[in-house]
């Protein structure tokens, strides 16, 4: 993880510096984007492999709504305060700073103490037999299988819903940059609440039903969000942010008591391919169905999908639990 913000830092802070070299240009941010996001996609692995390691499974739940919350509260904030450096100093500085956070948080990632115990050389294979275990395990799981898929479709209709979310806010409702950003920042603050509300309704229901019910509180506002105007849009944003906020504190805390450690991060990685890899088909879907049925039409679409997917969740072993279950064990492999 350390490594890889190192990484983000050096490829951010070089956009100044090939500025004032006057070799800025759109193929080098293209390159500093592609750098940026593998190295997103590793830190994404490894965060939330390495948070087994530090707590006791009693704790996951805890740990993951910190870990959400903190992360919500960063996404109302940081966008606004990108906003404000971009105004005062010029877009640049607003890289600079993102450049500063990811050395920051490399060297609180160094602060920590705790170190997992390094595989042993016999106990090593070969990557690709490593993919293979973790896809097995994945496919062979009815929980694990339940949850990868219905967060594959989640992910492609969510992903369509946003990309467009900003040209209806602009085009449809007549929103100015300022109104939009103010929109999606308080949007997040469901997000916050969410969090700091999934541990009781985990506690009171169960971990499964909290699951699910977060994730039927999502969806349907997904459908309320394009019906009206800009107070409809952000209530049902708020809507849409605290239930999948909630709903991912409950999952991830369910994956990491849950999956044999000695293969959490290859089926976290396998898990990681299967739900990202809908994300940029959703946004080419949302941006091809924006330009054939119109922008609002699709947004209605994308949260239809988004309701629709609750079906593979609620017509699966999870829905008769009250409780996602806890690792009994080591467990074969298939």
Do not use: W
């Amino acid at each position: 993880m350390a490594a890889c913000n190192t990484v983000s830092m050096v490829v951010f802070a070089s956009v100044p510096l090939a500025q004032l070299a006057g070799v800025l240009s759109v193929p080098y941010l293209l390159g500093v984007a592609l750098a940026a996001g593998t190295a997103k996609v590793f830190f994404s692995v490894a965060y939330r492999s390495y948070l087994p390691v530090l707590v006791e499974r009693e704790h996951l739940l805890a740990a993951n709504t910190r870990l959400q919350g903190s992360e919500s509260a960063a996404q109302v904030g940081g966008p606004g305060l990108a906003g404000v450096l971009a105004a005062v100093f010029g877009p640049v500085s607003g890289i600079l700073a993102d450049a500063v956070s990811f050395g920051v948080s490399a060297l609180c990632l160094r602060a920590i103490r705790q170190r997992e115990a390094k595989p042993a050389a016999a106990a090593r294979v070969r990557l690709r037999t490593q993919v293979a275990e973790g896809l097995r395990f994945v496919a062979a799981d009815p929980y694990l299988r339940t949850l990868v898929a219905f967060g594959a479709v989640s992910n492609l209709a969510l992903d369509g819903y946003a990309s467009i979310q900003v040209v209806f806010l602009a085009r449809d409702l007549d929103a100015g940059p300022g109104t939009i950003g103010l929109v999606l920042a308080v949007a997040e603050v469901g997000g916050v609440v969410g969090a700091l509300l999934i541990g009781r309704l985990a506690t009171r229901f169960g971990t499964a039903r909290a699951f699910l019910l977060c994730e039927a509180f999502a969806a349907p506002a997904m459908l309320i969000g394009p019906a009206g105007g800009l107070l409809c849009f952000v209530v049902a944003g708020v809507a849409v942010s605290g239930g999948l906020v909630g709903s991912n504190v409950v999952a991830g805390a369910f994956r990491q008591g849950y999956c044999p450690p000695e293969l959490f991060g290859r089926i976290t990685a396998c898990s990681a391919v299967v739900n990202y890899g809908t994300i940029p088909l959703g946004g080419l879907l949302g941006g091809i169905l924006g330009q054939t049925l119109g922008v609002r039409e699709t947004m209605v679409v994308m949260g239809a999908v988004q309701l629709a997917a609750l079906a593979i969740p609620v017509f699966s072993p999870v829905r008769p639990l009250r409780d996602f279950p806890q690792r009994q064990g080591e467990r074969d492999l298939v």
